[in-house]
């Protein structure tokens, strides 16, 4: 199996269900962890930060994003990151289906993007599901909120600290709650 290979397939939401799978995953896990120890294990400049961050993600991470770590993922290699992002610390990773933020992100402390969900059945409960999680521009996710996969947040659209996403957020709207509904739309001045 091949990361690119990996990505392919993740796209197309098939379970992940095989040895083959399985044992990539783990080889990608050991590895993520490996640049997570070193990114918090102790101070480093914001720098260092952005190019332990670019090796996790395999690629180049814009000057302008800012990441206070500590920072968990259990995959790290479909991971994506537009300009003036801003990730909080101990914020959780499961990039495995894909997680992208938009240009002028904010996330708090504390938020889990989660882009597996496993079989419901007890017997196809060690089954995992992939599907990408997409912020589009300027979202603010307030602290310890949860992104569930499958889940696309609008431009400008605010999810409240310690809302459970579930589902699509529109663009220019404010969602919190258990599972996270509607509070308000959001006026341009």
Known sequence: MTLDRFLEYVRTGQPLDTEELHCFMDRMSDRARRITFRLNSAYRTPDEVRRLLSELIGCEVDPTVRLFPPLYTDFGQNIRLG??????????FQDHGGITLGDGCQIGHNVVFATLDHG????KRKTTYPAPIVLGRNVWVGANATILRGVTIGDNAVVAAGAVVT???EAGTVVGGVPARVIRKIENK
């Open 167 to 169: 589902r699509d957020v």
């Open 120 to 123: 419901l059945a007890p017997e």
């Open 83 to 92: 300009r003036e992002v801003f990730i909080n610390a101990c914020c959780h």
